[in-house]
Each structure stands twice: as C-alpha cells, then as structure tokens.
C-alpha cells in the first residue's frame, strides 16, 4: 500500500484490489469469462461502481422511468477471423445485444453501433458486415438509432472492432436472484458449437470440421416463453466461459447449489469428438445461440415442449436441478454414478470468441 497526499493535505491509500503480485499485468484470461474475468469484475469495477442496478450482475440493467421498466444493456466484439462458419462479427454483435436483452425478460427494441476499423480494413468487407447488420437487425426486430465510427492506424484494431448497446421493454423481470431450490435447469440445444467453430475457422489449427457458429437470436422464443409462462426465474446465455462458468455464477448469486447430470447434456457428436482430440471440456466451450432457463418443476415440461416446438430449441433438454446443499457449487452426476464439481474456468481455452 502506498500514502499519498491530495490537493488539502489529507492522506490516502492507493490500493490495487487485484493481487499485483500474481498479476501486474492484464492478460488475455481477464476477459474469458472464467474466474479471473470474475475476480477483475468483482474486485475492481464492482468495487468502484456500487449500486443497485450493477450490483444485479445480469446481462443488462433494469432501468425505471414513470413507472415504466426497460433493460439496457451493452457489448463489444472482438471476434477472430471476423468471418467464420455459420456467422460474422456483424450478426454476431446485433444477436448478442439482443440476446442479452431477452435473458432480461424484455423485448429488444432498438440498438446503437460503435465502428472501430482499422487502416487497410476493405471496404468490400465493411460492405458485408454492414449488410449482415442490417439483416440481422430485420430478423431481431431492432432498429439501429445511432452509432460512432472511429479508424486507428494499420496494427492497432486487427480489422475491425464493433460495440452494441441495446434497449427493450421489459415483459418479465427476469433476475439470477429469482433462482429456487427445486427449480428444474433447461439449456435450448446442442452446447459448444460457437467455440469449436471459431477455433475452426482459425489458421493454424489445422483442424476440419463442418461444425456451424449456432449465433442467432433468441428474443422471438424468449418473448413466446415469457406470454405462455410465468414461471421461468432465471435465464442466461451461456457466451464466454460457456455452460460451466454461467452455472456457477447463477449458483453464486442465489446462494444455492446446482446439480447437472452428465448423460442429459446435448453434445453434438462432432463438438464431442473436437473437445476430445483438443482436450477441450464442452461444457466451458462457448455458445452464442443457446440459454439456459431455471424453471418451477410444475411448469417444466410445458416450458420444454415450447421451446423444443422452435427450430432455435429442438434439441432442448433439462439437464439439472437447484439443490438446497452444498451452495455455491456446481455438482455433475456422472454417467457412471460418481459426482465431480464443475468449477468455473480458471482462463480462457480460446480467447476471441465474440
């Protein structure tokens, strides 16, 4: 700890909440969603932006203006390549604003764009992204109101950097707090695929596979959810960290335990296959067209028969429960009968995944 003087005299500390001895710097793990993004998070910005609506943790804040609520809600893409199978970083960024929306319980109404293109960007690729924007936009039912474009010199932006914020109305206070025990946990479909595309898509690698990025918009089935149910508590897209760490960070903030069982998790043979071959565990692979919903047990199979009825959700699946015990942990059943706890990742298995 160091004292220093202000402008009266008066003395004060400078501290670091983040343990400089470990890290002086930043490192790439810092934003991979796992425990170090959490503890950066938790200990600095959390620490210094106290209140209410940030203490939320969710994907957006929940704003309140005459007696009417909206969520609001921001993000920046930073996606290599830029191009990948099943998507870009156009779509991606407008689907992951919306998404992040919807897991509010609110209805995605209008978005701003901020451009950060770097020298040499082509102009036809620009071309493409915007196109895909403006698609993607249409297909949200989004308008995009306003925007800011900034160019950095050659090396300073690899291509283009791209940040949403988005607005909606809310339908359904939807909060992590909001998490039961008892509370039956359904992710909408096949985990993993994002991840192992993008790796892919990556020179290098030298990895084939015909895996698609799942990237698409959840809020159309989210809103259908919301009109035939009010017994959805919790809803969250399990982006950066994947399945694994969106768990522990629903368990942490209820206070509760979570129990997933091995055998009822939806892995596609070849996201299977991949993670295998690369030491990858699926569950910390990350998805950008999937949710994860805490839902009543009474409600549980109406809410899963919906969501299996939309092509977003076929391979939808209750794949755990909300635990009175051993709290703030995520216990998988195994398929031969053993228990393992599914901690959140420490770094990032891939880094630049959206």
Same mark, same amino acid.
């Given at each position: 700890?160091?004292?220093?003087?202000? *402008?009266? /005299?008066?003395?004060?500390? %400078?501290?670091?909440?983040?343990?400089?001895?470990?890290?002086?710097?930043?490192?790439?793990?810092?934003?991979?969603?796992?425990?170090?993004?959490?503890?950066?998070?938790?200990?600095?910005?959390?620490?210094?932006?106290? #209140?209410?609506?940030? =203490?939320?943790?969710?994907?957006?804040?929940?704003?309140?203006?005459? =007696?009417?609520?909206?969520?609001?809600?921001?993000?920046?893409?930073?996606?290599?390549?830029?191009?990948?199978?099943? /998507?870009?970083? /156009?779509?991606?960024?407008?689907?992951?604003?919306?998404?992040?929306?919807?897991?509010?319980?609110?209805?995605? $109404?209008?978005?701003?764009?901020?451009?950060? %293109?770097?020298?040499?960007?082509?102009?036809?690729?620009?071309? $493409?992204?915007?196109?895909?924007?403006?698609?993607?936009?249409?297909?949200?039912?989004?308008?995009?109101?306003?925007?800011?474009? *900034?160019?950095?010199?050659?090396?300073?932006?690899?291509?283009?950097?791209? #940040?949403?914020?988005?607005?909606?109305?809310?339908?359904?206070?939807?909060?992590?707090? #909001?998490?039961? !025990?008892?509370?039956?946990?359904?992710?909408?479909?096949?985990?993993?695929?994002?991840?192992?595309?993008?790796?892919?898509?990556?020179?290098?690698?030298?990895?084939?596979?015909?895996? *698609? &990025?799942?990237? +698409?918009?959840?809020?159309?089935?989210?809103?259908?959810?919301?009109?035939?149910?009010?017994?959805?508590?919790?809803?969250?897209?399990?982006?950066?960290?994947? !399945? +694994?760490?969106?768990? =522990?960070?629903?368990?942490?903030?209820?206070? !509760?335990?979570?129990?997933?069982?091995?055998? *009822?998790?939806?892995?596609?043979?070849?996201?299977?296959?991949?993670?295998?071959?690369?030491?990858?565990?699926?569950?910390?692979?990350?998805?950008?067209?999937?949710?994860?919903?805490? !839902?009543?047990?009474?409600?549980?199979?109406?809410?899963?028969?919906?969501?299996?009825?939309?092509?977003?959700?076929?391979?939808?699946?209750?794949?755990?429960?909300?635990?009175?015990?051993?709290?703030?942990?995520?216990?998988?059943?195994?398929?031969?009968? &053993? =228990?393992?706890?599914?901690?959140?990742?420490?770094?990032?298995?891939?880094? $630049?995944?959206?």
């Amino acid at each position: 700890m160091e004292e220093k003087q202000n *402008k009266n /005299g008066q003395e004060f500390a %400078l501290t670091c909440p983040i343990p400089i001895s470990e890290y002086d710097t930043i490192t790439i793990a810092h934003g991979g969603g796992g425990t170090l993004m959490h503890q950066l998070i938790q200990k600095m910005f959390l620490s210094q932006f106290d #209140n209410p609506y940030i =203490n939320l943790q969710h994907d957006g804040a929940i704003l309140e203006f005459e =007696n009417k609520k909206i969520a609001f809600s921001t993000d920046t893409y930073v996606v290599q390549p830029i191009f990948f199978p099943g /998507g870009d970083i /156009g779509e991606l960024s407008v689907y992951g604003t919306v998404n992040d929306l919807a897991m509010c319980g609110a209805k995605p $109404r209008f978005i701003s764009l901020g451009f950060v %293109l770097e020298e040499g960007l082509k102009v036809e690729e620009l071309w $493409r992204i915007v196109l895909s924007i403006q698609k993607a936009a249409k297909r949200c039912g989004v308008k995009i109101v306003t925007g800011d474009t *900034k160019v950095v010199e050659r090396g300073k932006a690899d291509k283009i950097f791209i #940040n949403t914020t988005g607005v909606g109305e809310i339908i359904s206070e939807i909060s992590p707090f #909001n998490c039961k !025990v008892g509370d039956d946990i359904i992710i909408s479909g096949d985990i993993g695929e994002h991840g192992i595309a993008i790796m892919a898509a990556r020179g290098g690698l030298n990895f084939e596979t015909s895996i *698609k &990025s799942d990237t +698409a918009p959840l809020n159309h089935l989210i809103e259908k959810l919301l009109r035939n149910s009010q017994n959805i508590h919790v809803l969250r897209d399990p982006t950066r960290g994947g !399945v +694994a760490s969106t768990l =522990n960070e629903i368990a942490e903030s209820a206070n !509760v335990g979570i129990e997933i069982y091995e055998d *009822k998790l939806p892995i596609g043979d070849q996201v299977r296959a991949a993670c295998e071959i690369l030491g990858f565990d699926p569950l910390y692979v990350a998805n950008e067209g999937k949710f994860i919903a805490f !839902v009543d047990p009474n409600d549980s199979e109406k809410i899963l028969q919906i969501i299996q009825s939309d092509p977003l959700g076929k391979n939808a699946q209750i794949i755990g429960k909300v635990v009175a015990n051993h709290k703030k942990t995520v216990i998988m059943k195994t398929s031969i009968g &053993s =228990n393992r706890i599914v901690d959140m990742i420490s770094g990032e298995q891939l880094p $630049r995944i959206c």
